[in-house]
């Protein structure tokens, strides 16, 4: 397979698994919450775990691909402005 090929299995590998391992992350937080005792467990507090988790999860799963993605691309322009 193809450099691009592999990209695009890796980018949909990234992408489905952030969607599973978010709730994952969240229900083994909230079980970990309660298994200590840290405090009662109440819609605010799982409200707040959960747009925590949400916003992390949009900044590793598209942000950050993206960024590594613009940084490759970068290095392949100035090869080709040097080599030229």
């Keep these: 397979m193809s450099k691009v090929g592999w990209t695009y299995v890796l980018r949909a590998?990234?992408?489905?698994?952030?969607?599973v391992l978010s709730k994952l992350i969240?229900?083994?937080?909230?079980?970990?919450?309660?298994?200590?005792?840290?405090?009662?467990?109440?819609?605010?507090?799982?409200f707040v775990a959960m747009s925590?988790?949400?916003?992390?999860?949009?900044?590793?799963?598209?942000?950050f691909p993206n960024g590594i993605a613009s940084i490759s691309e970068t290095k392949v322009v100035l090869r080709r402005v040097e080599a030229s």
């Design 13 to 19: 590998v990234n992408l489905s698994l952030s969607f």
């Design 26 to 46: 969240v229900f083994a937080t909230l079980a970990t919450f309660v298994i200590w005792g840290k405090g009662e467990l109440t819609a605010e507090n799982v």
């Design 52 to 63: 925590l988790f949400q916003n992390v999860r949009q900044c590793m799963t598209v942000n």
